[in-house]
């Protein structure tokens, strides 16, 4: 008996000490590409940067480029900034409308459409410029992510979303008696 609590304190001291040096991982994802008229759109643009004890200076602007109905395109006009630890909306068709939704490392640089309309469809355009700081060596990597972007009256149901939630219940629920059924074995 007294070995079988040993094994437990154990586990538990190796899974406590293999969760404090685990790290945040970064995950490229894809934006979303249709819109709620009305609603608030999140226009999704990560960058993973692989190093993070590297001196980088980070610079992002979104563009975007209208589309009509008909998808005639239009001039591409810069909508956000990101510079110097700065955002900065540009004055024009979003103002007012646009609110960064990034994350404190830029590594997630996503901004926020508020109240959309249907002349928010069009494309949209990520540029990232990373500047590192090696010392005398200073190299530039830009990366960029395109986005294009639909606007309806309602949600469309995405039936994998609808199954992916049930599973996720059931398997919750499965779990839930298989660890009272463990718990009940142990005593």
């Not at 008996?1 to 000490?17: K, N």
């Not at 609603?39 to 004890?53: A, H, T, V, Y």
């Not at 540009?90 to 640089?109: A, C, E, I, P, T």
């Not at 508020?114 to 060596?137: A, H, K, P």
Request: aromatic fraction near 10%; charge should be negative.
């Amino acid at each position: 008996m007294v070995t079988l609590h040993r094994v437990h304190l154990q586990t538990l001291l190796l899974l406590l000490f293999d969760v404090h040096l685990s790290r945040p991982v970064c995950v490229d994802v894809d934006s979303e590409t249709e819109a709620v008229l009305g609603n608030s759109m999140k226009l999704m643009c990560i960058s993973c940067l692989k190093r993070e004890e590297v001196k980088v200076k980070t610079t992002v602007k979104w563009f975007f480029t209208p589309t009509d109905n008909r998808n005639n395109t239009y001039r591409q006009t810069l909508i956000y900034q990101y510079d110097n630890e700065v955002p900065e909306s540009v004055d024009g068709h979003f103002n007012g409308r646009l609110v960064w939704n990034g994350s404190k490392d830029l590594q997630d640089v996503s901004i926020l459409i508020l109240n959309v309309s249907e002349s928010d469809r069009g494309f949209y355009e990520c540029n990232i410029t990373r500047q590192f700081d090696f010392g005398d060596f200073n190299p530039t990597v830009g990366t960029q992510k395109n986005i294009t972007l639909t606007v309806k009256e309602k949600a469309s149901n995405d039936t994998a979303a609808i199954y992916s939630e049930i599973m996720m219940y059931v398997l919750l629920v499965f779990l839930t008696l298989w660890l009272l059924v463990e718990m009940v074995l142990l005593l």
